[in-house]
């Protein structure tokens, strides 16, 4: 018996929660489904799942056994991934368009390197530009941007969240005091980049307000600079907080605020036919991004 197809078994029982669901998925008699476990079982020397007449649980074995295996299975899942890739031999340029910051020209970048290494005869042209991309007129093939829609005439993919708080140097909340509401930081310097509005929800309260201050630029990185040195209060993505964060440079303001998230888009030209580069590269960037947790801290 192919054990292969045991552990796949067994895999979906755990997945499904009952024999009679994973049958139904795997298109097997609930009968089959348990031999096979059991076969795995006894193959192993081991009791994977405990059983009752009505239920049945994973034994610490088997749950070892499962995470193990889901490891292995991945692991298998990008070999015959990164495979593909080698298989087919493409060339040409491919021109994107992203947003920057540690998103753009650290994770973007980071996963466009794996396609070049993977097929060197490839062109990529990474372009930083903050003016939005008409894709039915500029020479551009793929575009990474935020906001809660992707723009009219595209096909999009959703690839991500950022999430963002607020941010100030320990030394500036030390000199000016903290706010306890958002409305409180009409009376603070705030240190801004391209959003113009700032938006907060606790509970059933929201808050929209326009922050005033004297450092504005869409750099996160520049504002980021400027918090360190005590300009003022900055909306900043937990990308760009983690290190300063953990460092101590930079501490949270209004965390019991939740602040509005930013959708992350990969957007293409719709209607038109991509080039099979184009296209393997944005496979290749949605299956990357929805395995990035872009909203750790």
């Given at each position: 018996m192919d054990r292969y197809t045991q552990i796949q078994t067994f895999l979906a029982v755990c997945d499904a929660g009952s024999f009679t669901a994973a049958a139904q998925t795997l298109g097997l008699s609930r009968s089959r489904v348990?031999?096979?476990?059991?076969?795995?079982?006894?193959?192993?020397?081991?009791?994977?799942?405990?059983?009752?007449?009505r239920s049945q649980?994973?034994?610490?074995?088997?749950?070892?056994f499962r995470r193990q295996c889901q490891a292995g299975l991945q692991q298998l899942d990008d070999a015959e991934h990164k495979l593909k890739l080698m298989a087919d031999r493409l060339s040409g340029p491919v021109r994107i368009n992203s947003v920057g910051g540690v998103l753009g020209e650290h994770y973007l970048a980071k996963v466009l390197t794996e396609i070049v290494d993977s097929h060197p005869d490839l062109e990529i042209r990474?372009?930083?530009?903050?003016?939005?991309?008409?894709?039915?007129?500029?020479?551009?093939?793929?575009?990474?941007?935020?906001?809660?829609?992707?723009?009219?005439?595209?096909?999009?993919?959703?690839?991500?969240?950022?999430?963002?708080?607020?941010c100030a140097s320990p030394q500036y909340l030390n000199r000016v005091g903290f706010p306890h509401h958002p409305d409180d930081l009409n009376r603070f310097n705030c240190v801004t980049g391209t959003p113009q509005v700032w938006r907060f929800r606790r509970g059933n309260d929201s808050v929209e307000l326009t922050p005033k201050g004297n450092?504005?630029?869409?750099?996160?990185?520049?504002?980021?600079?400027?918090?360190?040195?005590g300009l003022g209060i900055a909306r900043l993505s937990n990308l760009v907080l983690k290190e300063p964060m953990q460092a101590g440079r930079v501490v949270p303001v209004l965390s019991d605020w939740q602040i509005e998230n930013t959708t992350i888009w990969l957007v293409w030209a719709s209607r038109v036919e991509l080039p099979r580069r184009v296209q393997m590269v944005r496979d290749h960037l949605i299956r990357r991004f929805h395995s990035i947790d872009l909203g750790a801290l």
């Open positions: 348990s031999q096979l476990v059991m076969q795995l079982e006894q193959r192993l020397g081991v009791t994977l799942l405990q059983r009752t007449t649980h994973l034994t610490p074995e088997g749950d070892h990474l372009d930083y530009s903050s003016q939005r991309v008409d894709l039915s007129r500029d020479p551009v093939d793929l575009v990474i941007r935020g906001g809660d829609d992707p723009g009219p005439g595209v096909e999009a993919e959703r690839i991500g969240r950022l999430e963002h708080r607020l450092w504005r630029s869409p750099s996160s990185q520049a504002q980021l600079l400027a918090v360190e040195q």
